[in-house]
């Protein structure tokens, strides 16, 4: 399903849980196939040190909205910033967060060829879990919400819950 964007479901998380949206096929998403601006990460589950963290510039100039109800905020459509390869281990988690001083949002193309995007988890700060995640790519991009101005973040990956 990951070539295919006819067939395309979006997906948004909302909190803990995840709400899928039915949507069109876009017409022009990021481009998820374009090496990574800044790293790609492989990790297994199990993986230490936890978290693992990169620093970046988040933010683009384009604005994300379409992709789904809760995809907000401007970021570099031409790359990920960071691709996560994973190899899941069973019945674990996976977080993907951010920390910044702006206010920033998450997009993430998963294995599946979903699109999950947060925007406020944490305050200003994102999060998408990944209940028993699968096994593939995850191009990851930081965004900044109202407006196309770049900003320091670091980007975490983590199995062990941050809010606990």
């Known amino acids: 399903m990951r070539g295919s964007l006819k067939a395309l479901t979006l997906a948004a998380v909302c909190g803990l849980g995840v709400v899928t949206l039915a949507g069109a096929a876009l017409a022009d998403p990021p481009d998820w196939r374009a090496t990574p601006v800044y790293t790609t990460a492989h990790l297994s589950a199990g993986f230490i040190p936890d978290p693992w963290s990169h620093e970046i510039q988040a933010g683009g100039s384009w604005e994300v909205e379409g992709l789904g109800n809760d995809c907000v905020g401007y970021i570099n459509r031409s790359a990920p910033d960071i691709d996560l390869m994973y190899d899941a281990g069973s019945y674990m988690s996976l977080f993907v967060y951010v920390r910044a001083q702006a206010d920033t949002t998450l997009v993430i193309n ?55």
């Open 110 to 164: 998963a294995p599946d060829g979903r699109w999950y995007c947060n925007d406020d988890f944490d305050g200003l700060n994102p999060m998408v879990t990944f209940h028993k995640p699968q096994s593939g790519m995850y191009n990851i991009w930081v965004g900044v919400y109202g407006g196309s101005s770049l900003s320091p973040a670091t980007v975490y990956i983590s199995e062990i819950n941050p809010s606990n």
